[in-house]
């Protein structure tokens, strides 16, 4: 019963008479990417754009070694920072301060080879100390997992570096390269000169935008970096207002507080789409909404009986909410782990509708007036969906 929700992003007609969408901004600004070649003549930024963003920033993202097992820091990673290898438009795992990999035949070494020019905000060139140095301090997310099976982690040279695993482990460069912040690079010399507490107030990254200030709660400022070796950004000036209330920021960027906004959904996704100067644009992202029943295991719960499980799922109307919420932009999957794109997925059928059935079988399992179900839990950001 899984329904992974597609938020929708809107904007507006900058102060600064820019036009972008949320993916155009993570392109010019976090991915800094153009139809241009890394080294090429490009004309300085210009300008500044305001992303209304509906979360509060926490200074624990601005260092890769916290790195929690979530997707949102990564807004502000991929523009503050930089990493190895990390997914890219079109490359699940794309180059970046690594030019290049390989992992030996018995698949216990992985070296590593980094891009020459490649710097920090501060003006230091990113070495293979960097690398090994933001590995050994990583504490994020599967840092427990990580470091049982890495042996050892070797600065050949300044552009080499070389992991060593205790065992083969397929997923080496998953967890390294896309699940984790472990890949993602900091200055060695400059994060032991001013502590672990003085990086996050001033964080130096290797990320096309440098770090300009933080007023907690309220917003993030970054500038373009010059230096940076894929191409200088287009925008100037990167502006994070932290409105986490989905009103607030609709009425926000109506009034042209802002230029962009993400997770706007249900009437007020409808009331964008219908505002003169503002365009709606769909985001389908990994976000899976099911329902679990963990009092399935308790044999003295209702929910022990696979009919009251199916009756629930017959209850529940995808497609409505799907409209109602999304404005029909989510993709109901029918399954709620496995994406479409691993090797041998199997497409279950589509879930259906029928309140009919679900009474029946509710009828058939000793509950034909329903029973008191218990509490249902959500993630906060999902919490509308309960209401729709």
């Given at each position: 019963?899984?329904?992974?929700l597609?938020d929708?992003g809107?904007?507006?007609p900058?102060?600064n008479g820019?036009h972008?969408?949320?993916r155009?901004?993570?392109a ?6 153009t139809?241009?070649m890394?080294?090429?003549l490009a ?5 500044q754009l ?6 509060s920033?926490a200074p624990?993202w601005?260092?890769?070694a916290?790195?929690?097992?979530i997707?949102?820091?990564?807004m502000v990673?991929?523009?503050l920072?930089?990493?190895?290898v990390?997914p890219?438009?079109?490359?699940p795992?794309?180059?970046s301060?690594a030019?290049s990999?390989?992992a030996s035949e018995d ?5 590593f080879?980094?891009r020459?020019g490649?710097?920090f905000h501060?003006g ?7 690398v090994k140095?933001s590995f050994?301090r990583y504490r ?5 997992m990580?470091?049982?099976r890495?042996a050892s982690v070797?600065?050949l040279?300044a ?7 205790k065992?083969?482990?397929p ?8 699940a984790t912040g ?8 400059y994060v032991e000169k001013v502590?672990?507490d003085?990086?996050?107030k001033?964080?130096i ?10 007023d907690p ?8 970096f ?11 000036r990167?502006v994070?207002?932290c409105?986490?209330?989905?009103a607030?920021r609709?009425a926000a960027l109506?009034?042209g ?5 993400y997770?706007i959904?249900?009437e007020?996704?409808?009331?964008l789409?219908?505002?003169p100067?503002l365009s ?5 992202i990994q ?26 799922s ?7 909410i799907?409209?109602?919420l999304t404005l029909g ?5 029918g399954?709620?782990?496995v994406?479409?794109?691993f090797d041998f997925y ?5 879930p259906?509708y029928?309140?009919?059935k679900?009474?029946?079988l509710?009828a058939?399992?000793?509950?034909p007036?329903g029973?008191?179900a218990g509490?249902?839990?959500?993630d906060?950001s999902s919490?509308r969906?309960?209401?729709?």
């Amino acid at each position: 019963m899984a329904s992974p929700l597609g938020d929708a992003g809107g904007s507006a007609p900058g102060r600064n008479g820019i036009h972008l969408s949320r993916r155009e901004i993570l392109a010019l600004a976090g991915f800094a990417l153009t139809a241009g070649m890394p080294g090429r003549l490009a004309a300085a930024p210009q300008g500044q754009l305001t992303w209304g963003v509906h979360i509060s920033l926490a200074p624990t993202w601005f260092d890769p070694a916290e790195t929690p097992g979530i997707i949102t820091p990564f807004m502000v990673m991929y523009a503050l920072h930089d990493a190895l290898v990390k997914p890219m438009p079109g490359q699940p795992m794309g180059a970046s301060l690594a030019e290049s990999w390989s992992a030996s035949e018995d698949a216990l070494v992985y070296d590593f080879t980094l891009r020459d020019g490649a710097k920090f905000h501060n003006g230091e060139p990113v070495t293979a100390e960097d690398v090994k140095f933001s590995f050994e301090r990583y504490r994020g997310t599967s840092h427990d997992m990580m470091k049982a099976r890495v042996a050892s982690v070797e600065a050949l040279d300044a552009r080499h570096v070389r992991f060593k695993l205790k065992e083969p482990w397929p997923d080496f460069m998953v967890f390294y390269a896309t699940a984790t912040g472990a890949g993602w690079i900091v200055p060695k010399k400059y994060v032991e000169k001013v502590g672990e507490d003085g990086f996050k107030k001033a964080p130096i990254g290797a990320g096309p935008y440098k770090f300009v200030s933080f007023d907690p709660g309220i917003e993030l400022t970054l500038e373009a970096f010059d230096g940076y070796w894929r191409k200088t950004p287009s925008v100037k000036r990167l502006v994070f207002r932290c409105i986490p209330d989905e009103a607030t920021r609709l009425a926000a960027l109506k009034r042209g507080e802002v230029d962009i906004v993400y997770s706007i959904r249900g009437e007020l996704a409808e009331e964008l789409r219908s505002s003169p100067g503002l365009s709606l644009k769909p985001s389908v992202i990994q976000g899976t909404f099911w329902l679990a029943f963990p009092e399935q295991w308790d044999e003295k719960s209702p929910w022990h009986d696979e009919r009251v499980r199916r009756a629930a799922s017959l209850a529940i109307d995808r497609d409505g909410i799907n409209q109602a919420l999304t404005l029909g932009y989510s993709r109901l999957t029918g399954n709620p782990f496995v994406p479409d794109t691993f090797d041998f997925y199997w497409q279950p059928p589509k879930p259906v509708y029928d309140p009919a059935k679900a009474r029946q079988l509710l009828a058939e399992a000793g509950y034909p007036n329903g029973f008191e179900a218990g509490e249902y839990n959500c993630d906060a950001s999902s919490k509308r969906s309960t209401r729709t």
